[in-house]
């Protein structure tokens, strides 16, 4: 006669399942383990804006410390408060590199380049030449490297310690009053937080590749579909650029916001590293507004990754919307 699972007693069953599961256990038959420490999945996205195919990169994360030493005129209790309804530690505001790698088809665009070798803010950035291997992409293969301003961790990748170049077969873009500012020591305020790390990495960087730099302006095309829009306050030429393709738009922001909460919910809030705080500010409001008024998508160098999103009028501020990635295959924007 068989007996069907059913008929026997529930607690009969699972006593009999924990037992089988002890046996084996015991006998050695079950080693369901697997070692702590496994690495991350590649730092890297990819999508599609049109007829070009993009790549976003990381450098890594940049950990700036108390968000109170690094965001100004705004109380400590309204940035705890901020990043509390929005679900982040309020004792380090944590930064994203998000590089992007725009393909054409017949150029290849990098936009930033990272910290480089500076352990400025810790060991966890200069990720860049690694990540672009893991995303199959071949430094020697980038046409032209697009920096939006002069700063450490947007410049620090071009020159290796060995002087190496390593985008050896590029053109460069940079505004030059940006370029003439962070080279020279005699402009650079004394009082500039981590003064002397961004006046040698921009010296390391910049300085070497002088006569392969052209020097953008406003509203420029500098090459097919990406055009400049200046946004300084920053730094004294910091500029964001608007990427077409296919029919397609993609807005690449720089520094315009470095944090999608404190920087947006209270627009005018002061950043520590900008040249000129309330320039910054209002580059920020009026380049958010037309963003938002447009529902142009952005990347953000500093959001959370991968920094691809929308942002929308809320109040006298903004909020930011991030894109789902899509990872079956490549994404659309």
């Not at 015991?26 to 420490?37: D, E, F, N, Q, R």
């Not at 450098?59 to 109380?75: E, H, K, R, V």
Request: glycine share 10%; charged share 15%.
């Amino acid at each position: 006669m068989t007996t069907s699972l059913r008929s026997i007693p529930r607690r009969q069953v699972l006593g009999g399942i924990a037992a089988s599961g002890a046996m084996l256990t015991l006998s050695g038959l079950a080693h369901a383990k697997m070692p702590i420490g496994l690495p991350q999945a590649p730092y890297f996205h990819r999508f599609k804006l049109g007829d070009a195919e993009c790549t976003i990169v990381s450098d890594g994360q940049l950990p700036l410390g108390d968000p109170a030493a690094a965001f100004l005129n705004i109380s400590k209790e309204e940035i705890t408060r901020e990043l509390h309804d929005n679900f982040l530690p309020a004792d380090n505001a944590v930064l994203e590199q998000n590089v992007l790698v725009a393909n054409f088809g017949d150029r290849v665009v990098l936009f930033d380049t990272g910290m480089g070798t500076d352990t400025l803010f810790g060991d966890g950035t200069g990720k860049l030449m690694s990540t672009l291997k893991q995303a199959g992409i071949d430094p020697a293969g980038v046409d032209a490297v697009v920096m939006s301003h002069a700063h450490i961790d947007h410049c620090g990748g071009l020159i290796a310690d060995s002087g190496s170049i390593n985008f050896p077969n590029a053109q460069y873009f940079i505004g030059e009053p940006d370029y003439a500012y962070w080279t020279d020591d005699s402009k650079i305020p004394d009082n500039y937080p981590a003064r002397p790390h961004f006046l040698a990495q921009a010296r390391k960087n910049l300085l070497p590749l002088k006569d392969r730099i052209h020097f953008y302006k406003d509203n420029e095309e500098i090459l097919p579909g990406i055009t400049v829009l200046s946004a300084p306050g920053h730094t004294v030429s910091h500029s964001i650029f608007m990427i077409n393709s296919g029919g397609k738009q993609l807005c690449y922001i720089g520094d315009l916001a470095h944090h999608p909460v404190l920087l947006l919910e209270r627009p005018r809030t002061q950043f520590a590293f900008d040249t000129d705080p309330v320039q910054s500010a209002e580059s920020r409001v009026r380049m958010l507004t037309m963003l938002a008024a447009n529902r142009t998508p952005l990347l953000a160098y500093h959001f959370a990754w991968p920094g691809i999103g929308h942002v929308a009028k809320a109040g006298d501020g903004f909020q930011y919307f991030p894109l789902p990635l899509q990872q079956q295959s490549v994404g659309s924007i």
